[in-house]
T-cell receptor, first 113, second 111 residues
Framework: DTGVSQDPRHKITKRGQNVTFRCDPI?????LYWYRQTLGQGPEFLTY????????KSRLLSDRFSAERPKGSFSTLEIQRTEQGDSAMYLC???????????FGPGTRLLVL | LAKTTQPVSMDSYEGQEVNITCSHN???????ITWYQQFPSQGPRFIIQ???TKVTNEVASLFIPADRKSSTLSLPRVSLSDTAVYYC????????????FGAGTRLTVKP
């Protein structure tokens, strides 16, 4: 296994458009996490799944953000009606059972014009 | 929720040992201490984790005193490629509410 992968790596969109990012975790990992990171800051937790169940979503930034993990494998993060303030790096991570040791993907860099 | 405090930045030279200290005065009994490294435009990478005393792996050592209110990440003989941001996290790991990334320590290694 080559680790956590994310697609696309870069996304440029216009304000008001919807975007969707995909994350493929390490295959045996049952937990999957989404973070947002802006310049000069540490990753900011958004939501996480254990298998297909979304166990924490109160930290999603607004109701324009949603995430799914339909079969407990890959996950998608969607941002509707993007705003310039959504420009950031979106990181995905996975782990087995505990959040103490997470393995991160390379991230998707979003630029909203 | 154990909050952590780290220096904002540190400078070092190639070949030196670098020690980055993290303060976590409110650490709880079940909390572990975990360090991540992040290079520009990449996701964080797990470096080391410990509960007490000393932990060593091929990358770094982690020193934790008996009171566990602080910890020190030690990088032996750094090279230019160790220039990165280093994050200290403290938590039991049951859920994401108890493990948060701060701003980290930006280490710059100079030739």
């Amino acid at each position: 296994d080559t680790g956590v992968s994310q697609d696309p790596r870069h996304k440029i969109t216009k304000r008001g458009q919807n975007v969707t990012f995909r994350c493929d975790p390490i295959s045996e990992h049952n937990r999957l996490y989404w973070y947002r990171q802006t310049l000069g800051q540490g990753p900011e937790f958004l939501t996480y799944f254990q298998n297909e169940a979304q166990l924490e979503k109160s930290r999603l930034l607004s109701d324009r953000f949603s995430a799914e993990r339909p079969k407990g494998s890959f996950s998608t993060l969607e941002i509707q009606r993007t705003e310039q303030g959504d420009s950031a790096m979106y990181l995905c991570a996975s782990s087995i059972n505990t959040v103490r040791t997470q393995y991160f993907g390379p991230g998707t860099r979003l630029l909203v014009l | 929720l154990a909050k952590t405090t780290q220096p904002v930045s540190m400078d070092s030279y190639e070949g030196q040992e670098v020690n980055i200290t993290c303060s976590h005065n409110n650490i709880a009994t079940n909390d572990y201490i975990t360090w991540y490294q992040q290079f520009p435009s990449q996701g964080p990478r797990f470096i080391i984790q410990g509960y007490k005393t000393k932990v060593t792996n091929e990358v770094a050592s982690l020193f934790i005193p008996a009171d566990r209110k602080s910890s020190t990440l030690s990088l032996p003989r750094v090279s230019l490629s160790d220039t990165a941001v280093y994050y200290c996290l403290v938590g039991a790991g049951y859920n994401n509410n108890d493990m948060r990334f701060g701003a980290g320590t930006r280490l710059t290694v100079k030739p």
